[in-house]
């Protein structure tokens, strides 16, 4: 048993890990990446036996506090009162487990878009109630290019705590106050030690040195800024076949749409996941759309993610996960992208 003193870290052997998930589902709503229909994707789970092999999920998890599809409110006619009803689930913790330290990462940045002028109060109300376990990646993939923006595969940021696989045992480390918190509900457990933080970073270290891909990204947004009818433009997006898969996928996205659904007195306005890659994404009602061509639309996702939103909240709004890499069914890949624009 750990000593009662203050702590950041506790070990776990292999076979204790699914005890931990099963304890934390007895106490909490937990989601981690499971298979779903033939697709790995997050959702809540009420037995560690369905997560699967090393937290791996194609999907992203962030639909669990951005749904794809949500209601923000329903209404009823009586007579000449309007009653509204919030649908929002009754404020409980949810412990979202397993996503790897880029899209914890990602969920900073909707932070920011979503508590500016206008907060968006269900995203940052499932937010506050969350605790996020990351998931270190010890083997990044080929695709992966965290350390061009910013961190890396066992960056911390977003994360309240970091679960690291030492190969014999699992550390997990606490982060945020939040993490202290939970972990100090976590008994049977020995405290980490000096030794085990170091064997974290060197396998730490080693995961970073093997992602290949270095972008040169500084002043990005500068540049940028001259670049708007740069004839780049009119051939990167010429393959793109307007699916909107990679903002879909991708966890720094955060476009929607608004739709209201009324049938005889009652009715629902709900919020669905949109894309600037989708050529009715701008269309308005004069018929007149700002962004009529392919063209003007990839500039716009390039744009945003690289110029817009860090002239916003000065940072970048890209994780670098690779995600619209491995997915696109075209083969697009931004980081192409990237370096094209890096040598102008
Ligand atoms: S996933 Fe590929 S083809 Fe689809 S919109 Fe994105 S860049 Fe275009
Ligand atoms: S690599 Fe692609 S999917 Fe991942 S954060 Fe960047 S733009 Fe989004």
């Known amino acids: 048993m750990r000593k009662d003193t203050p702590m950041r870290g506790i070990i776990l052997k292999k076979i204790q890990l699914p005890k931990l998930i099963d304890d934390l589902i007895k106490r909490h709503k937990v989601y981690a990446p499971i298979e779903k229909d033939g697709i790995t994707c997050y959702d809540e789970i009420r037995s560690s036996s369905q997560v699967t092999p090393n937290f791996q999920s194609k999907l992203s998890s962030k639909d669990v506090l951005f749904p794809k599809c949500e209601i923000l409110f329903s209404y009823q006619l009586k007579g000449k009162d309007i009653k ?32 500016g002028d206008f907060e968006d109060s269900s995203y940052l109300r499932r937010r506050e109630n969350t605790i996020i376990i990351g998931k270190a ?50 008994h049977d457990y020995d405290n980490a030690t000096h030794e085990d933080l170091q064997d974290a970073q060197q396998i730490a270290n080693a995961a970073k ?38 903002t879909y996928l991708c966890p720094t996205c955060y476009c929607f749409d608004i739709v209201d659904e009324a049938s005889g007195s009652k009715g629902k306005r709900v919020r669905v996941w949109d894309s600037c890659q989708f050529s009715l994404f701008t269309l308005q009602g004069s018929g007149e759309n700002p962004r009529p061509t392919g063209k003007a639309r990839m500039r716009q996702r390039i744009m945003h993610k690289f110029e817009y939103f860090p002239k916003n909240f000065d940072t970048l709004a890209c ?26």
């Not at 977003?158 to 997990?172: A, E, N």
């Open 319 to 344: 994780v670098g996960c690779g995600r619209c890499i491995r997915e696109c069914p075209v083969n697009l890949d931004i980081r192409n992208i990237l370096k094209m624009i890096s040598i102008k």
């Open 137 to 186: 990646c010890e083997h990044p993939q080929q695709t992966c290019f965290c350390t061009s923006v910013g961190d890396g595969p066992f960056g911390k940021e977003g994360v309240d705590l970091l679960l690291q696989d030492l190969g014999s045992r699992y550390l997990l480390e606490a982060v945020s106050a939040k993490g202290e918190k939970l972990i100090k509900e976590l």
């Open 84 to 115: 509204l009803e919030d649908p929002q689930p009754k404020e409980e913790t949810t412990v979202l487990m397993g996503i790897p330290p880029c899209e914890a990462r990602a969920f900073t940045r909707i932070d920011k878009a979503f508590s």
């Open 209 to 246: 040195e093997s992602i290949k891909t270095q972008l040169m990204l500084q002043g990005i947004e500068e540049k940028l800024k001259t670049m708007f009818d740069d004839p780049i433009w009119n051939t990167i997006y010429l393959k793109c076949a307007g699916c909107g898969v990679c």
